[in-house]
């Protein structure tokens, strides 16, 4: 059963910077699509960035060209790099695994990150 464990969130001032890590357990992590997801209180959940297999990346239109999204096979690793944060960044973010063949998805617990003077 595959596990992701994340780290990182907190409490940052705006135009602070912040880096997310998740660590996936028990999977082949590979040929899994990377992506962190985000939910504030009393919305839906939304896809912030995406990295697939072959590295090529999708960003939700609100964080480009200022979120980055990296993997890393060897270390079975996904980060999130959120610099010039703002309080509408303030949410809870999941990281999300997904199997590119069976599409069977694995989510992490969450951690959250909120952006306040």
């Known amino acids: 059963q595959g596990q992701l464990v994340e780290s990182g969130g907190g409490l940052v001032q705006p135009g602070g910077s912040l880096r997310l890590s998740c660590v996936a357990f028990e999977i082949n992590f590979s040929i899994h699509a990377m992506g962190w997801y985000r939910q504030a209180p009393g919305k839906q959940r939304d896809m912030v960035a995406i990295?697939?297999?072959?590295?090529?990346?999708l960003y939700t239109n609100s964080v480009k060209g200022r979120f980055t999204i990296s993997r890393d096979n060897a270390k079975n690793t996904v980060n999130l790099q959120m610099n010039s944060l703002k309080p509408e960044d303030t949410a809870v973010y999941y990281c999300k695994a997904r199997h590119v063949g069976s599409g069977l998805e694995y989510w992490g617990q969450g951690t959250q990150v909120t952006v306040s003077s």
């Open positions: 990295i697939r297999t072959d590295g090529t990346t």
